[in-house]
């Protein structure tokens, strides 16, 4: 079993910053792709961004490209999100996920956080 738990979430006026953090414990996940999510009121779970166990493959989805950054230091049993120049469209509640038994970039993963709230004022 892992247990997943985000941190970070918040009320931040356009154009912002924050940074999410995802702490594992339980089953460490530094052998296996992790990725974030987020969910808006009335609107379906959708990808973020994931990266794979090592940082070498990254992907983000269109919306967030060039503004957020995911990392991950697996010394830690730690992933992050950096997010930068957020837009009022970026308010969700955010989580984060491990253990893909799917393709990274879908919605299939094993393990999932209760999830950190960002809201963008504007």
């Known amino acids: 079993q892992v247990q997943l738990v985000e941190s970070g979430g918040g009320l931040v006026q356009a154009g912002g910053s924050l940074r999410l953090s995802c702490a594992a414990s339980?089953?460490?996940?530094?052998?296996?792709?992790t990725a974030w999510f987020r969910q808006a009121p009335g609107k379906d779970r959708e990808f973020v961004a994931t990266?794979?166990?090592?940082?070498?493959?990254?992907y983000y989805a269109d919306s967030v490209k060039g503004r957020f950054t995911i990392s991950r230091d697996n010394a830690k049993n730690s992933m992050y999100l950096q997010m930068n120049s957020l837009k009022p469209e970026d308010t969700a509640n955010y989580y984060c996920?491990?253990?893909?038994?799917?393709?990274?970039?879908?919605?299939?993963?094993?393990?999932w956080g209760q999830g950190t709230q960002v809201t963008v004022s504007s």
């Open positions: 339980g089953r460490t996940f530094r052998s296996v792709a």
């Open positions: 996920a491990a253990f893909p038994t799917g393709i990274a970039t879908g919605s299939k993963y094993a393990y």
């Open positions: 990266i794979n166990w090592d940082g070498g493959n990254i």
